[in-house]
């Protein structure tokens, strides 16, 4: 591999400490975030393949592959990987999304060079052995029983796939039944070596560290593995020009529960839509905490629902916007009513100003309390890197939440609340028990 890599600094950022980009010559992106006054470090590999990129048959593939790298390396045993690194108080783990995958190690910062050598051997090095591939699917298999039954987080799965369909998108993250059931090593293999390149990769690093000796680490790990041949960083994804969706679905998926869930929504949003901000603010009045018109509505006034929120979900080139509520069966119909009254005032009505501004501010709280640790400061630079056009600095994502005005929060409602909603609903219901609901 050409020895040459190059560096840039992207920010000293107030709110933080400076961040660093380096592109190695394989097409490997190193980010890190040098915060002095912390004493731990977290280090993630982020890889820009998630669920979205499987064929229906190589449905779960991802997140099959996700648990299988964990399993062991031609130098470590699954036991020396957590154990090594739990042995020094650390703690790692790994997480698949529909449009990428984290692996992942919070550690103390003398042990930072610990934690890069075995996540990136994991990453690079993985055996998956035969054995492995077969005790993990029995694991993968009950995550999925688990899954269902938990309905309060069922309902968006099926919502998701009332709205989507057969699109990617619309497919469960962990796959079916009958899709991990039916995958095999070669299969898995086969993924692996195709997918996972340095250059769909972005390394981030946040705490107290030294951005040349990350490099350092990381690119050696990179070597080792013989991960060097020379490229280019992988562009970002490609944004379709229309993502297939539906509307007006209503699904009902019967099971005996002790309560109902539903989820009634819509599309949303891409990632960087112009008015994602705006957005945010309309979220956070609906139903985005306990001040939030539904919240008020539902469960302070009218004690109908333990937990009621509306939610926002965005990808390169698509998104959701929802509410989901959770109630007694006999309750349904009466949440459901009151949320779509509610939805119709909103688009009729639009926000007051106060509310905007309230929007705002809790915007901007979670954008500053959310990177309190190590943790959320990585995971800002790897998915800057991965899946925005610029990584944003505290200061300017203020700034653009600043910039909202209550105008253009009401031409999002309006925009918006004129989509025809779909509907998802788990509990003890006939297949039919909804079908004028949206009418």
């Known amino acids: 591999m050409a020895s040459r890599a190059t560096t ?57 592959l996700e648990h299988l790298l964990f399993k062991g390396t031609k130098r470590r ?67 999925i029983a688990m899954h269902d039954d938990e309905p309060g987080d069922e309902v968006h799965d099926v919502f998701t796939e009332a709205v989507y369909g057969t699109h990617p998108l619309g497919r469960q993250i962990s796959g079916t039944v009958p899709s991990i059931s039916a995958l095999t090593r070669k ?9 996972y390149r340095p250059e769909t990769m972005v390394i981030a690093a946040a705490g107290n560290l030294d951005h040349a000796k990350v490099v350092r680490a990381v690119r050696a790990a990179f070597e080792r593995a013989g991960w060097d041949n020379a490229a280019v960083p992988a562009p970002r994804r490609p944004r379709a020009a229309r993502v297939p969706s539906r509307s007006g679905q209503v699904v009902v998926r019967n099971k005996d529960t002790e309560q109902a869930h539903l989820v009634l929504g819509c599309t949303g949003y ?120 610029e990584l944003l600095s505290v200061d300017e994502v203020l700034r653009r939440v600043d910039a909202v005005t209550p105008q253009q929060v009401r031409r999002v409602t309006e925009e918006l609340l004129a989509r025809r909603m779909s509907l998802a609903v788990i509990g003890d219901f006939s297949e039919g028990a909804f079908a004028g609901a949206l009418d």
Not at 87 to 111: Q, S
Not at 187 to 195: E, K
Not at 354 to 382: N, P, Q, Y
Request: with cysteine; proline share 3%.
């Open 8 to 64: 840039q600094t992207l920010s000293d950022d107030p709110m933080g400490g400076t961040v660093r980009r380096t592109v190695l010559p394989n097409g490997l992106r190193i980010l890190t975030e040098a915060i002095p006054a912390m004493r731990s470090v977290s280090f993630g590999v982020w890889v820009g393949i998630g669920s979205r990129d499987e064929t229906p048959t190589l449905s779960g593939v991802s997140h099959f």
């Open 77 to 143: 045993s699954a036991l020396d990987i957590s154990a090594q690194i739990e042995a020094v108080g650390g703690e790692t783990n790994a997480f698949t999304a529909k449009e990428y995958t984290c692996y992942y190690a919070r550690v103390l910062d003398a042990d930072l060079p610990l934690a890069i050598d075995v996540v990136c051997d994991l990453v690079t090095d993985s055996v998956l052995a035969e054995a492995d591939v077969e005790t993990e699917r029995g694991v993968i298999l009950e995550e």
């Open 187 to 195: 299969q898995i293999d086969g993924f692996y070596r195709r997918r």
């Open 270 to 389: 891409p990632r960087e839509h112009d008015d994602r901000f705006a957005l945010g603010a309309l979220n956070n009045v609906l139903g985005g905490g306990m001040s939030s018109r539904l919240f008020q509505l539902i469960r302070e006034q009218r004690g109908l629902a333990y937990s009621v929120y509306s939610f926002t979900s965005q990808y390169s080139d698509a998104g959701l916007f929802g509410v989901y509520a959770g109630c007694a069966p006999g309750k349904v119909e009466e949440v459901l009513a009151i949320t779509r009254e509610e939805l119709a005032r909103l688009a009729a009505d639009g926000l007051t100003d106060a509310e905007v501004e309230r929007g705002k501010g809790m915007l901007k709280g979670a954008v500053v309390l959310g990177l309190e640790d190590t943790g959320s400061r990585m995971s800002r630079l790897g998915k800057g890197e991965l899946l925005y056009d």
